[in-house]
């Protein structure tokens, strides 16, 4: 009946679903560790993917010379230079250009994408000036930040084992990508060399580890999410006694996989089947950027259609997926005035409701709980990360300072967000241990992480 389906009864019905209630998030904790440990075990057993990286070691912190960096991962393409100058001089000169992926590279074939991103690495290196030195007899050492799943055998080389985030290029999966790119590059007669392939947690913590050594915990919270930790090589059986002067390495969780106790709703369900990957990376489609705003949509339909949350009409535009993105939710949850008038205009321009003031303050609750739900499961996964390294460090890491460093433009651009899974971590872990647990954002640090990559990692050492 009308009541029992009205909007206020939809919007209890979803604050029930997404809570995340301590003991549910302390579950996630340990079940995010439990698949850490499982999937460091065996490949292709249960468990997150859990990748080795083959970076062995952290930059540091005497790096020289002129390297690049790629990075391709979402929405935007960035390349970029930098200019080491050692313990003393650091990063002398550093410059970059980023580009929005053309929508169409996206679903194209691989050599299109590929030869989009080695024809702008060729302007940009042609412009190089005089704060940037290059070695004459050298190639140019690349850092290459690719931010998809990859199966990695070395540092300077990996498969391509699916790709996430939106994009479904032919050709790809299966291959090496720095094969593609310097298939691409050859095609250009464009003369340098990737040294590192690394995705965009590890350049993150690379980048953020230069600057403070107890960063041991990395997370990518964009478009998509990902995190990576520094582990024991003795921690890690499927690498079958690989040795490293380190004993250490890094591996790259790819928790975006993660899908046990999470609490997801019919929203979630419709969402992921229309998606191009069903059943994959449920842990991503609730907490990664480009998916809170569809999640919020879909609720907002449901509530015009069924509860006639916007009088009677249902407009045609709230009907289009994705027409509601993240950044709108955070927009509408900056409005402070009584009338929530950016709220409407926003609800009208973006999907064509007219609301009062009433279903605005519903909406404002959706988004609500749709990003407590999403920053504090985010938050319970670094928990479970934490877990992961105290079990095997026997200690080491409880009672000492340990950095998480964060980047993506979800967590940089949204407070509230970013509130939830600060407040998150600090529930599960206790005042005396979250004392100890910094957590840090890392500004567009991946770029420069991976040049160091490419640097300590180069042929020419
Ligand atoms: P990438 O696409 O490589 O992950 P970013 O780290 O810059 O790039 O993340 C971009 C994503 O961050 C966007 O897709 C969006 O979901 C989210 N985002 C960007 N700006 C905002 C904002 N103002 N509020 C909330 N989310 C945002």
New binding site residues.
């Given amino acids: 009946d009308s009541v029992s389906a009205g909007p206020i009864t939809l919007l209890t019905k979803l604050k029930q679903e997404c809570a995340t209630p301590l003991p549910l998030l302390q579950q996630v904790a340990d079940h995010m560790c439990a698949q850490m440990r499982a999937g460091l075990a065996s490949d292709g057993g249960p468990g997150l993917p859990m990748i080795p990286t083959y970076v062995h070691d952290l930059p540091t912190g005497n790096e020289k010379g002129l390297f690049y960096a790629l990075d391709l ?4 393409f960035r390349v970029l230079r930098v200019q080491l100058g050692g313990k003393d001089e650091r990063v002398i000169a550093t410059e970059f250009e980023q580009v929005s992926i053309p929508q169409d590279l996206m679903f194209g074939t691989s050599e299109e994408l590929f030869d989009f991103i080695a024809l702008r690495l060729a302007e940009f290196a042609a412009k190089e000036d005089g704060r940037f030195h290059f070695l004459q007899g050298r190639k140019r050492e690349i850092g290459f930040t690719f ?1 998809f799943p990859v199966k990695q055998t070395s540092i300077d080389s990996g498969i391509l084992i699916k790709w996430t ?1 939106g994009f479904a290029v032919s050709g790809a999966v299966g291959r090496d990508v720095v094969a593609c790119l310097n298939e691409a590059m050859e095609r250009l007669k464009l003369d340098m060399r990737v040294s590192a392939l690394v995705n ?1 947690t590890v350049g993150t913590l690379a980048g953020a580890e230069y600057y403070d050594n107890d960063v041991m915990v990395a997370v ?1 919270l ?3 999410t990902n995190a990576c930790y520094v582990e024991q090589i003795s921690a890690i059986p499927k690498l079958h006694g690989h040795v490293s002067s380190s004993g250490k390495m890094i591996i790259s969780t790819e928790w975006g996989a993660f899908s046990n106790s999470l609490p997801l709703t019919e929203f979630d369900r419709e969402m992921d089947a229309a998606s191009i990957n069903p059943g994959e990376q449920i842990f991503e489609k609730t907490i ?3 998916y ?2 569809e999640i919020v949509r879909r609720v907002l339909l449901k509530m015009a259609e069924v509860g006639g949350l916007f009088g009677n009409s249902v407009s045609q535009k709230l009907s289009m997926p994705f027409i509601l ?3 709108d ?3 509408m949850q900056q409005d402070n005035s009584g009338d929530l008038q950016a709220v409407g205009s926003l609800l009208y321009d973006k999907a064509g409701v007219e609301s009062n003031l009433s279903s605005r303050k519903t909406v404002l609750e959706v988004c609500d709980t749709i990003v407590k739900r999403g920053g504090n499961l985010a938050g319970a996964g670094i928990v479970g990360i934490l877990q992961k390294m105290e079990e095997n460090s026997k200690g080491i890491i409880s009672g000492k300072r340990i950095v998480v460093a964060i ?4 967590y ?3 407070p509230q ?1 970013r509130a939830y899974l600060h407040h998150s971590v600090k529930e599960l872990l206790g005042t005396e241990k979250s004392n100890k647990v910094v957590i840090e954002h890392s500004k567009d640090g991946s770029g420069i992480g991976a040049a160091l990559l490419a640097a300590s990692n180069s042929i020419y050492k």
Avoid: Q, R, V, W
């Avoid at 980047?407 to 979800?410: K, S």
């Fill in positions: 991962g979402g929405t935007n931010s985030k965009d990518i964009g478009t998509g990664s950027g480009m809170l705003g993105g993240t950044p939710l955070c927009a980047d993506g433009g979800l940089e651009n949204y967000y």
